[in-house]
């Protein structure tokens, strides 16, 4: 899941997500020590990965996002492994 933080919903990032990433997204309200917060929220899944890789991802600034995209982006790209009962 991505979520993106802001202090109000994000509508035109919303729109704009489901439209050139075709899934769907919703909003997380937050309460914590600096105050209210919302959290636009969407999963990666196989129909959007490619576009996030090309979209989304040269975007993010934070090191450990980027890591962690790049981790999740191995991952999925990895074959199945069947186990076989020996």
Do not use: W
Not at 60 to 84: C, M
Request: charged share 30%.
């Amino acid at each position: 899941m991505i979520k993106i933080a802001s202090d109000c919903p994000l509508q035109e990032i919303k729109f704009l997500i489901e439209k050139y990433l075709n899934c769907s997204v919703y909003f997380e309200y937050d309460s914590n020590k600096k105050g209210n917060g919302v959290n636009t929220c969407f999963y990666l899944s196989k129909k959007n990965i490619d576009s996030v890789k090309h979209i989304v991802y040269p975007y993010i600034v934070l090191p450990h996002k980027k890591e962690r995209l790049e981790k999740y982006f191995r991952v999925i790209s990895e074959p199945a492994r069947i186990r076989t009962g020996i």
